[in-house]
């Protein structure tokens, strides 16, 4: 079975619909920001996933 990326499903931002830049890897947890609102999600934080 092969990964995939926990945003492969969704590349908009939950709250404002923008688009949402590469996944970047923080102090603790890999994220992705709003390039719109610049609202931060964790890679599996439930609402980016379809």
Same mark, same amino acid.
């Given at each position: 079975m092969a990964e995939t990326s926990p945003t492969a499903g969704r590349r908009s931002c @939950?709250? /404002?619909g923008? @688009?949402?830049g590469? @996944? %970047?890897s923080g102090d603790v947890h /890999? &994220? %992705?920001e /709003?390039?719109?609102c610049g609202?931060? &999600?964790e890679l599996d934080d439930p609402r980016l996933v379809l």
């Open positions: @939950p709250d /404002c923008g @688009p949402l590469e @996944p %970047v /890999c &994220y %992705v /709003c390039v719109a609202r931060r &999600y």
